[in-house]
């Protein structure tokens, strides 16, 4: 049996070597057949501290690091790209 792998966007990177990774799939209610959106949140190893905020990751499964970080940030599928809008911070 080979190591799970998930592919999910970085939600926290305030924690040195450690990012939170909220992955998402589609299940089916068993009761009312209606298709559910599901997420789930992980903790992973980040040494090089290439992933940021907002970027898409995948991450790999592997012995427990710490009490709750089991996975490991393989590779940074996409960067996350801020978008600048004129007037925002007047909104805000």
Not at 46 to 59: H, M, P, Q, S, Y
Not at 72 to 90: D, H, I, Y
């Amino acid at each position: 049996m080979g190591k799970k792998e998930f592919t999910g966007v970085v939600v926290s990177d305030k924690m040195q070597k450690t990012v939170v990774v909220k992955t998402m799939h589609l299940s089916k209610h068993k009761k009312y057949s209606k298709t559910v959106r599901m997420h789930q949140k992980f903790k992973a190893h980040n040494e090089k501290g290439l992933a940021k905020l907002g970027d898409t990751v995948t991450i790999m499964e592997t012995r427990p690091l710490s009490k709750d970080k089991r996975f490991t940030v393989k590779n940074v599928l996409k960067k996350f790209q801020k978008v600048e809008v004129a007037g925002l911070e007047e909104i805000a």
